[in-house]
C-alpha cells in the first residue's frame, strides 16, 4: 500500500510545493509583479512622446475605472495638453498595438506603433508617418477610402490600414468615456 | 564514461535539431531575427542544464508512477525562473520569444535529454550533455536565425548589409522558416555525406523512448 | 517587502501546488494500481519469442493472437515459419510440449529476365520509383509483361532486408529470408512465390506467351520445351499453360532438370542462371 | 457568436497550429509517414487539447487570476496536462486494448506537443472565455488533423519521386511544409470578412 499509492503522492507533492514556492519568492522578492502591469515603461513614453503628443511635457501612468479587452493603458500628459490611449487592435497577422495622444478637445494629436505582427515592409506600413499624419487633427469616426473615409490606406495593405483606423477610433471612443477622470 | 565525448556529441555529431530534429518547434519560430535565436538558445540552454543536474540527482527518488509529472514540473520550474530574469533584464528579448518562452517546457530536447540520459548517468555527465546539447541547439538556432534575417530583413544581428539589397519578406515569414530548416539539413546531409541521415526519426529520438511500453515497436512512431 | 508579506503573498501558491500534487499523486498511483491491466504472464512469454511482424503466415490475426492461441487453446507451436525452429523450440519449452519441426519456407522471384543482357525496356520510364505505380502503366516497362519491373517494393516490404535489386531484377538471399511473405503481398505482378527452404531449385521465369514470342522477349524464358518434365525422376516439374511449375513435395533436390533446360531458366540459388 | 467562429476557422485555417503558429512540429515531422498514424496522432491531439482547455479555463480564471499568480500558469498547465495524458492512458490501456494499440504509443508523444500547451496558454493569454478557449482548442486540433493528413499524402509522394540525394526525406518534406504553409497564408483576409 505505501510503496504503490503514498510514497508516489509524498513525492510529487514535495517536487511541486518546493518548485511552487520557490518560484513565488523570486516573483515577490525580485518585484518581477510591479514590472508586469507597468505596460509601457517610462523609458517607452520618452520614446513614442514626440510621434504621438510632441506638445505633451511628460507623461504618466493613470489609473481609469473603465474596462475594456482592447484597452492597454492610459497615460495623461502633466502639462494638461491632451492624453495618450494604448490600445490594441486585431491587424492582418495578429495583434496591433497603438499608442494615441487625443488633445483635450478629443482630436488626434499623433499616434504610433508598439507591436505589430503584419507582414514585413507591406502591412507595417501602416507604423510610418506618411501615414499616421493623416489622422492628426481628425475626430470623430474615420474610415479608409475603401469605406468611404477620406483615410488614403497603404497600396495593397488595406486590411492592415482598416486595422489601424478602426485602433484610432477605439482610442478617441475611449478618451471619451475617460476624460471626466482625468 | 568520456566526458570530452558526452560534451561534444551534442555539438555536431548528435546535433539535437539538425540529426535528431528535436526542438524543431522554437527552431522555426524564433529564428526570424539571429538574436532571437540566440536568446532562445541561451535560455534552452540554462534551463536545459539545470534540468540535468537536478534530475539526475533526484533520479532514484521519483517512483515510477510519478516520474513523467515530477521531471515535468522541475523543467517548467526552470522555464518560469528563466522567464522572470528574461523580463526583467531584457524585455525586448521577453517580448520576440513570446509563448515559445514557456514552450521551453514541452522543447522534445529538454524531456528528451532527461529521460534518455539524465535519469540514468551521474550529475557531471548529465550537467556536461545539457550543455553540449544545449550549445549544438543554441549554434543551429543562430545559423538559422542568421540566414533568414539576412534574406528577409536584410539586417545581421541588426545592423544592416547596405541599401543595395532589397528584403525578401518570404524568408521573414513562416513558410521562409521550413524552407531554410530544410536547405540546412540538406546541406548537413551533404556535409556528413549522408552518414547522419540513415539515422530514422522512429522511437530512438523520440523523448519518451524510455517511458513509453510501446517503444521497441519502432515502426509504429517512423 | 518583509517577511510577513512575503509570507502572505508564497502561501497561497504553497497551498495550490500542495493541491495539485496530491491530486495528480493520488490518482495517478490508484489509477495504475485500480487499471493494472491483468496480462497473462504466459501469454507474453509466448509473445516474446514471436518475432512480432504480424505477416500472418502462422493463420492467425497476428503475433498477439497466436500467442493467445498457443496459450488458451493449444494451436501448433510450429506454425511461426519466419520465427523457425529457434522460436518453435523456444515456445515448446515455455508451453512444455513437444518441438515439432517448422516446415520452413523460403522465397524465389520468379524471373531472371535480366535488362540488358536478357532482356530490354519497351520504353523509358519517368514516372513514380515504384513497381505499383510502373505496373499500372501498360504492366510495366519491359518488352515481356510478365518481366519484374525491379523498383524495388518487394525489398521495401521486406523486414529482414533479404530482397536486393540485382541487373534490374529483384533476388532473394535465402539465407537471409525468414518465409514471412510480406514480399509476395508487395509485388503488384504477383512474382514472388515460397519454396521448401531444403530443395534449392526454383523455375526463374512466368511467362505464358507462345515459345516464338518469347524467344523475342527474352533470352532467359521459358519456351514450355517440356525437356524439363521429361527427364525429372519423381515427375515433380510439369509444364503447364506454356509454363513450368515445381510441386516441392515431390521434389528430391537431385537438379537433373537444371542441365536439360536449353534456356537456363531453371534457376539453383546463389549460382548464376548459366552455370 | 461570430468572434467564435472566427476563432475556429481562424484556428484550422489562417493561423493554424501546425503552419503558421510553428507549435506541434516535431510530431508533425515524425509520425506523417503513414495516414493511418497521422489519423491516430491527430484524433488523440485534437481530444487532449480540448479536454487540457477545459480543465485549465477554470483554474485560470478562478484560481490563478483573482490571486494574481498569472505566473504560475506554465507550471500548473503542463503538470495537468502530463496527469490528464497519463490517466487517458491508463484507462485505454485497460479497457480499449485495441484502442490503445493504435492510439497508445501517441499519447506519451503529446506531453511534449507544443500544440497542446501552447492552445492553453494562448487561451489564457487572450482572455478567451470557456466557449473561445474550446473551440479555439477545436479549431487547433482539426488544423493539427488537417496539416498531418495532407501531409501524410504529400509524403507519400515525396518518398516515392526522384529526389537529389541530399534533398530525399526530411528536407524535401521540409520545402514541400515551406510550400503547403503558403497555400494557408491565403486563407489570410478570408475569414475575417465572412463572419464580421
Not at chain 3, 494451436?75 to 517448422?102: L, Q, W, Y
Amino acid at each position: 500500500m505505501y510503496k504503490e499509492i503514498i510514497k508516489p503522492t509524498l513525492v510529487l507533492i514535495i517536487i511541486s510545493v518546493l518548485v511552487g514556492t520557490l518560484l513565488a519568492v523570486t516573483y515577490n522578492v525580485a518585484g518581477i509583479a510591479d514590472l508586469a502591469t507597468a505596460g509601457l515603461s517610462q523609458a517607452d513614453l520618452e520614446e513614442l512622446k514626440p510621434s504621438v503628443m510632441p506638445a505633451a511635457s511628460s507623461l504618466k501612468n493613470a489609473k481609469v475605472s473603465v474596462e475594456d479587452g482592447s484597452l492597454l493603458g492610459v497615460y495623461a500628459d502633466e502639462g494638461g495638453s491632451g492624453t495618450a490611449i494604448h490600445i490594441v487592435t486585431k491587424g492582418y497577422g495578429g495583434d496591433l498595438k497603438i499608442l494615441v495622444g487625443v488633445d483635450t478637445n478629443g482630436a488626434v494629436t499623433g499616434a504610433a506603433v508598439t507591436e505589430s505582427a503584419e507582414t514585413p515592409n507591406l502591412g507595417s506600413k501602416v507604423g510610418e508617418p506618411a501615414f499616421i499624419e493623416q489622422f492628426v487633427g481628425k475626430s470623430g469616426a474615420l474610415a479608409v477610402d475603401k469605406d468611404g473615409g477620406e483615410i488614403a490606406a497603404v497600396a495593397g495593405a488595406t486590411i492592415s490600414s482598416r486595422a489601424f483606423t478602426d485602433g484610432i477610433n477605439k482610442a478617441l471612443e475611449i478618451y471619451e468615456q475617460v476624460k471626466g477622470e482625468l | 564514461m568520456n566526458y570530452f565525448r558526452t560534451f561534444t556529441k551534442g555539438l555536431i555529431k548528435e546535433n539535437p535539431v539538425l540529426v535528431m530534429l528535436l526542438g524543431t518547434c522554437p527552431t522555426l519560430a524564433v529564428t526570424t531575427l539571429a538574436m532571437n535565436g540566440l536568446g532562445m538558445g541561451a535560455a534552452t540552454t540554462f534551463v536545459l542544464v539545470c534540468s540535468n543536474v537536478v534530475i539526475s540527482l533526484l533520479k532514484n527518488f521519483i517512483p515510477k508512477q510519478v516520474r513523467l509529472p515530477s521531471f515535468i514540473v522541475i523543467i517548467a520550474g526552470f522555464v518560469t525562473f528563466v522567464s522572470f530574469m528574461l523580463r526583467s533584464n531584457f524585455p525586448e528579448l521577453y517580448e520576440a520569444l513570446g509563448v515559445f518562452l514557456s514552450l521551453i517546457t514541452v522543447n522534445c530536447i529538454i524531456l528528451g535529454r532527461a529521460e534518455m540520459f539524465a535519469s540514468k548517468n551521474n550529475v557531471r555527465a548529465s550537467f556536461l550533455d545539457g550543455l553540449g546539447m544545449g550549445l549544438g541547439f543554441t549554434l543551429a538556432l543562430i545559423l538559422i536565425g542568421a540566414i533568414r534575417e539576412v534574406l528577409g530583413s536584410g539586417t545581421f544581428f541588426g545592423l544592416s548589409i547596405g541599401d543595395w539589397f532589397q528584403p525578401i519578406g518570404f524568408f521573414s515569414s513562416p513558410a521562409g522558416g521550413f524552407f531554410v530548416f530544410g536547405c540546412v539539413i540538406a546541406l548537413v546531409n551533404v556535409l556528413s555525406n549522408y552518414k547522419m541521415s540513415s539515422k530514422k526519426i522512429g522511437c530512438a529520438s523520440c523523448p519518451n523512448a524510455s517511458a513509453c511500453g510501446q517503444a521497441e515497436k519502432g515502426e509504429i512512431a517512423e | 517587502m518583509d517577511f510577513m508579506e512575503l509570507l502572505g503573498n508564497i502561501w497561497l501558491p504553497a497551498v495550490i501546488f500542495v493541491g495539485l500534487g496530491l491530486v495528480a499523486g493520488v490518482l495517478l498511483s490508484v489509477f495504475s494500481k485500480i487499471f493494472a491491466v491483468e496480462t497473462d504472464e504466459k501469454v507474453e512469454e509466448v509473445r516474446a519469442c514471436l518475432p512480432g511482424l504480424n505477416c500472418g503466415v502462422c493463420g492467425y490475426s497476428g503475433c498477439d493472437s497466436y500467442a493467445k492461441e498457443i496459450v488458451h487453446h493449444g494451436a501448433h507451436t510450429n506454425r511461426c515459419v519466419p520465427g523457425g525452429d529457434k522460436t518453435a523450440k523456444e515456445i515448446s519449452t515455455i508451453m512444455g510440449s513437444s518441438f515439432e519441426d517448422v516446415a520452413e519456407t523460403t522465397a524465389f522471384v520468379k524471373c531472371g529476365g535480366r535488362v540488358p543482357e536478357k532482356t530490354k525496356d519497351l520504353f523509358e520510364y519517368e514516372g513514380e520509383r515504384t513497381c505499383a505505380a510502373c505496373n499500372v502503366l501498360y504492366r510495366g516497362k519491359g518488352v515481356c509483361d510478365f518481366a519484374c519491373i525491379g523498383f524495388g517494393d518487394c525489398a521495401r516490404a521486406c523486414p529482414f532486408g533479404a530482397i536486393s535489386i540485382q541487373g534490374g531484377i529483384a533476388v532473394v538471399d535465402p539465407q537471409k529470408c525468414t518465409g514471412c511473405t510480406m514480399c509476395t503481398k508487395a509485388c503488384p505482378k504477383l512474382l514472388i512465390e515460397m519454396r521448401d527452404a531444403h530443395k534449392p531449385v526454383f523455375v526463374s521465369c512466368s511467362n505464358r506467351e507462345a515459345a516464338k514470342k518469347v524467344m523475342a522477349q527474352c533470352e532467359h524464358g521459358c519456351i514450355g520445351c517440356k525437356k524439363c518434365e521429361r527427364t525429372c525422376p519423381t515427375g515433380a516439374i510439369t509444364v503447364n499453360n506454356q509454363i513450368a511449375s515445381i510441386d516441392y513435395s515431390k521434389c528430391t533436390g537431385c537438379l537433373a532438370c537444371v542441365e536439360q533446360c536449353p534456356r537456363h531458366c531453371i534457376t539453383v540459388p546463389g549460382k548464376s542462371a548459366e552455370s | 457568436m461570430s468572434a467564435i467562429a472566427v476563432i475556429f476557422f481562424g484556428a484550422i485555417l489562417t493561423d493554424n497550429f501546425v503552419l503558421s503558429k510553428f507549435m506541434g512540429i516535431c510530431p508533425f515531422l515524425g509520425v506523417s509517414k503513414k495516414m493511418n498514424s497521422a489519423l491516430g496522432m491527430s484524433a488523440a491531439v485534437t481530444f487532449v487539447m480540448v479536454m487540457a482547455s477545459m480543465i485549465t479555463y477554470p483554474i485560470y480564471t478562478f484560481l490563478l487570476v483573482p490571486n494574481e499568480l498569472g505566473y504560475l500558469q506554465t507550471v500548473v498547465f503542463i503538470l495537468i496536462i502530463a496527469l490528464f495524458v497519463q490517466l487517458v492512458e491508463i484507462i485505454i490501456k485497460r479497457y480499449a486494448k485495441p484502442l490503445y494499440n493504435s492510439l497508445g504509443v501517441y499519447l506519451p508523444l503529446i506531453t511534449t506537443n507544443c500544440a497542446v500547451l501552447g492552445v492553453t496558454i494562448l487561451n489564457a493569454d487572450n482572455a478567451y472565455t470557456f466557449a473561445e478557449s474550446v473551440f479555439n482548442a477545436l479549431g487547433g486540433g482539426i488544423g493539427f488533423a488537417l496539416a498531418l493528413v495532407i501531409f501524410a499524402g504529400v509524403r507519400g509522394r515525396i518518398d516515392a519521386s526522384d529526389l537529389p540525394k541530399a534533398f530525399k526525406g526530411i528536407p524535401a518534406t521540409l520545402v514541400a511544409a515551406s510550400i503547403v504553409s503558403i497555400s494557408f497564408l491565403g486563407f489570410g483576409g478570408i475569414v475575417e470578412k465572412i463572419f464580421v
